[in-house]
Structures are given as C-alpha cells and as structure tokens.
C-alpha cells in the first residue's frame, strides 16, 4: 500500500503563488508516475500534471504557469503554481499508480493511489 499526503494549499489572491507538496510513504517501489489532479465544485477531476522518471507532462490549463517536481530522497511530489486564477480554485490531489498500470496520464480510472486532497482558493 502507498500512503499519500497532501499539503500546502490555502487562499491567495489573484496572481499570487503556492507550492503544493504530496508525501509518499508506504510501499513507494510500487509507484511509477506522479500526478496531480483538481477538481472544482461541480465539475469533474481533471489531471493537471504528471511526471515518471523526471519526464514532465501538463494540461493546456497548466503548461506555463505551474511545474511538477519531484525529491526522490524525500519520496515528494512537488506543484509550483504560478499566475494563479479564480478558475485554479479546486481541491488539489496527488495520486500515483503501479508499474502495471497504464494508460493516458490524465485517466483517473488508471491511479490507484490518492491523497486526500488540500484546497486551494483564489481570489480575483
């Protein structure tokens, strides 16, 4: 089982920025990729970005303005988000899946491993 922890959220205005982290512990050799999912009130999850041994992959909401990263002595997950929107107010969750599991990076169905999420609000 892989245990993951999210943090960093909170409210900033308009422009402002956040780090987001995501701990991993647990069975952590079964994890290969890393990605970051939002989901805003009355919408569905959306993956935002992603990354498997250090290749970096974003949606077009998220390419320029946010960066994943990873620590791997830290057994982190990173999410710098810069220029952030009204429209990036959602909960944020980091989920990873085994080696075994494939499939388009931003398939929900494909992670079987979540965090329990950390809000982020921001104001216009």
């Known amino acids: 089982q892989v245990h993951l922890v999210e943090s960093g959220g909170g409210s900033v205005q308009a422009g402002g920025s956040l780090r987001l982290s995501c701990a991993a512990s647990?069975?952590?050799?079964?994890?290969?990729?890393m990605t970051w999912f939002r989901q805003a009130p009355g919408k569905e999850r959306e993956g935002i970005a992603s990354?498997?041994?250090?290749?970096?992959f974003y949606s077009d909401s998220a390419k320029g303005r946010f960066t994943i990263s990873q620590d791997n002595a830290k057994k982190s997950t990173y999410l710098q988000m810069n220029s952030l929107k009204s429209e990036d107010t959602a909960m944020y969750y980091c989920?990873?899946?085994?080696?075994?599991?494939?499939?388009?990076?931003?398939?929900?169905?494909?992670?079987?491993?979540w965090g329990q999420g950390t809000q982020v609000t921001v104001s216009s």
């Open positions: 647990g069975a952590t050799v079964s994890i290969s990729r």
């Open positions: 990354i498997i041994f250090g290749k970096t």
């Open positions: 989920a990873s899946r085994s080696p075994n599991r494939g499939g388009d990076w931003w398939s929900i169905e494909t992670y079987n491993y």
